[in-house]
């Protein structure tokens, strides 16, 4: 936390608006998103695996109604929307981190949008995607 | 526009104790995972359809391919929870200490052991 509270106010002021021209809100909202989704995701997993443990041979019904109930509906399309939010923050930080001009010198910024443009790409096609398979059978 | 943030460092000149291996796992399996989603979105599709297709995504799973791909996102998903689940303790500041710090990896790397072995166990 102590970290965080660095963090807060070195971005803050002057830096901060340089951040908004950056189409960056600022790293704290980053922070907290990556933790909300994270523990969705967690209790999306746990939940999944939960109820492999209780069916003891899964045959179709039982898949089928697992995720016909409502609960599961919800559940999932929440846990996709957490998914998205979760893996663009995670790979536009690794994207920051290793596409740069130490590595890819005069075009990693080039590189690096790309890049970022294919996982923005991925992860609306996850989205619309799975909201299909999730809502729409 | 001149950017005074401190440039990152260059990674090649960095020294890997068993922390940071433990971190870049953590990446590393991210990154996998965000692959790996669009293929468990695949199987689960065709899972959905009918009874015929269930059986059909049951038999293909069976295969050696399959069973090691499915086997990878699985440990990536369980490295990833794990590590992410530590990562999240220590934003509650728990084992921030050096001293703590190592001890969690250790931990870290029990439980990624003891998870993957009662999933294995559980699903072959």
């Known amino acids: 936390m102590d970290y965080v509270r660095a963090c807060y106010r070195s971005c803050g002021g002057a830096a901060m608006v340089n951040r908004v021209i950056?189409?960056?809100?600022?790293?704290?909202?980053?922070?907290?998103?990556?933790?909300?989704?994270?523990?969705?995701?967690?209790?999306?997993?746990?939940?999944?695996?939960?109820?492999?443990l209780l069916c003891a041979d899964m045959d179709f019904h039982?898949?089928?109604?697992?995720?016909?109930s409502i609960f599961t509906r919800v559940f999932s399309i929440i846990t996709l929307i957490a998914l998205c939010a979760h893996a663009w923050v995670?790979?536009?930080?690794?994207?920051?981190?290793?596409?740069?001009?130490?590595?890819?010198g005069k075009n990693a910024t080039v590189l690096r949008f790309v890049f970022q443009f294919f996982v923005f790409l991925i992860l609306t096609a996850y989205l619309i995607w799975g909201v299909q398979i999730f809502w729409g059978s | 526009m001149k950017d005074k943030?401190?440039?990152?460092?260059?990674i090649t000149t960095i020294k890997f104790p068993l922390a940071?291996?433990?971190?870049?796992?953590?990446?590393?399996?991210?990154?996998?995972?965000?692959?790996?989603?669009?293929?468990?979105?695949?199987?689960?599709?065709?899972?959905?359809?009918?009874?015929?297709?269930?059986?059909?995504?049951?038999v293909l799973l069976d295969g050696l391919l399959m069973t090691s791909l499915l086997g990878l996102i699985?440990?990536?998903m369980i490295y990833h929870l794990i590590a992410?689940?530590?990562?999240?303790?220590?934003?509650?500041?728990?084992?921030e200490s050096k001293q703590g710090a190592k001890r969690?990896?250790?931990i870290m790397w029990i439980m990624f052991v003891l998870v993957t072995g009662v999933a294995v166990g559980l699903l072959w």
């Open chain 1, 62 to 68: 039982a898949w089928k109604s697992i995720f016909d």
């Open chain 2, 104 to 106: 969690g990896t250790i």
């Open chain 2, 20 to 58: 940071a291996i433990a971190s870049i796992l953590h990446r590393i399996s991210g990154i996998g995972l965000f692959f790996g989603v669009g293929i468990l979105l695949y199987f689960l599709q065709i899972s959905l359809r009918s009874e015929a297709e269930f059986e059909r995504v049951a």
């Open chain 2, 84 to 95: 992410g689940i530590k990562h999240l303790l220590l934003d509650l500041g728990i084992g």
């Open chain 1, 90 to 104: 995670g790979m536009w930080t690794v994207t920051t981190d290793y596409i740069t001009s130490v590595q890819f």
């Open chain 2, 74 to 76: 699985l440990l990536a």
């Open chain 2, 5 to 10: 943030r401190p440039v990152n460092l260059d």
């Open chain 1, 22 to 52: 950056n189409f960056r809100r600022s790293g704290i909202f980053d922070w907290i998103i990556q933790r909300f989704s994270a523990v969705v995701l967690a209790a999306y997993t746990i939940f999944i695996l939960g109820n492999f």
